[in-house]
């Protein structure tokens, strides 16, 4: 069995760190909060948990910060949480038997990262994080945001437990956005990544044209991880469809086949544009591509499950209910509601159809 130290990194979490502590608490062997400048009740709410309560002075460096709550850990491996993440019932069952399982050949654990969910509760958001790290591995965090550890350690990947991200945010602020920009300007070279993630942020903030030469530019370089130049094609997709340029749009998507096999992601949103240009026809194959492509979770994606069997199922049905031929549509809208029995566009598409068959 092995222990585990829990870092933290804080500030002004008082509507949400306790209900994070609550669901780790009977799981870590110590906690460790370092709070980067709180005003409100956050401090002592950590109280109640631990009394590993360090302070740091926030310099705009989210690895910086990590790095410091890191150096204070202990225990045999290292687990690390934002304060909006939770641990369920079942991840806490599923976590208690990873610890007694204690994998030797693992120096780091990567975990699933539930961000989004259905009607029903259901994760359908989802990518792996570097969750659990032996403590005595050498590692470091890098980037001032979208921070990520560094290491050369052995890697497992586990089906569960999961880590449940809970914002009770109701908007984007411009922090991230913030950070890059000073980064800039103190003359502190962008690498890849960090390139990629502010052209994201500037795309999050309707700075469509600025993202789309940084994106473009990111793509253009010699370096960056295959699944960032990806979802780069994505996201600079987005920003032209944003713009109105909905061929551009689907030339970045395309561009995605330069660097892999079609992403059942890329799939749908290149359905999606044919959709908005009223080409059902050309629509249709995309989404039925989306359906015969196998999930592949541990490469480090973003991974929208909905883009793996509902949503081309939900949009296939639109499609042929435009093209009149309202058996397949209806069929699609049934397969369509053996993922998302809940769901609005399911149950709508259900009582459109009893309205289309005749009465008895």
């Known amino acids: ?8 990194i804080v500030k002004n979490e008082e509507k949400v760190l306790g209900r994070c502590l609550d669901s780790i608490k009977d799981i870590a062997d ?7 400048g709180s005003s409100d009740r956050t401090k002592e709410i950590a109280a109640r948990y631990t009394d590993r309560i360090f302070d740091f002075a926030w310099c705009g460096d989210f690895s910086a910060a990590r790095n410091f709550s890191f150096s204070k850990a202990s225990m045999d491996f290292i687990l690390w949480l934002d304060a909006d993440d939770i641990l369920t019932e079942k991840d806490r069952e599923a976590f208690l038997r990873l610890k007694q399982e204690s994998p030797a050949e693992a120096d780091v654990i990567m975990m699933r990262y539930n961000t989004a969910f259905d009607e029903d509760g259901k994760p359908v958001f989802s990518y792996y994080r570097e969750r659990l790290i032996r403590r005595a591995l050498p590692h470091r965090w890098q980037g001032r945001v979208h921070e990520a550890i560094v290491h050369s350690g052995r890697v497992l990947y586990v089906e569960s437990p999961a880590v449940t991200h809970k914002s009770v945010k ?12 000073k980064q800039i300007r103190d003359g502190e070279p962008l690498s890849p990544r960090d390139t990629f993630y502010y052209g994201r942020e500037l795309y999050y903030h309707g700075q469509y044209a600025r993202a789309i030469e940084i994106l473009t ?3 253009l370089g010699a370096d960056g991880w295959v699944e960032n130049r990806i979802e780069a094609c994505r996201i600079l997709s987005f920003c032209r469809s944003a713009s109105g340029d909905l061929y551009g749009a689907l030339e970045a998507l395309a561009g995605s086949f330069l660097y892999d096999s079609p992403r059942a992601e890329i799939c749908c949103e290149i359905g999606n544009l044919y959709m908005r240009l009223e080409n059902y026809l050309s629509a ?10 196998p999930k592949n979770e ?10 793996y069997g509902y949503l081309p199922c939900i949009q296939l049905c639109v ?3 435009k093209l009149g031929d309202y058996e ?10 053996t993922y998302r029995p809940s769901s609005a566009a399911f149950l709508q598409n259900l009582e459109y159809f009893r309205g289309r068959h005749p009465h008895p």
């Open 1 to 8: 069995m092995f222990t585990v130290s829990l870092c933290m």
């Open 30 to 36: 110590e906690i460790i909060i370092a709070d980067t």
């Open 170 to 181: 109701t908007s984007y602020s411009d922090r991230n956005l913030r950070i890059y920009e």
């Open 217 to 219: 530019a990111f793509l």
């Open 284 to 293: 249709i194959p995309w989404f039925e591509l989306a359906l015969t492509i």
């Open 298 to 307: 541990t490469t480090g994606a973003f991974i929208s499950k909905d883009s």
């Open 319 to 321: 499609c042929y209910d």
């Open 328 to 337: 397949k549509a209806e069929k699609y809208n049934q397969q369509a509601g």
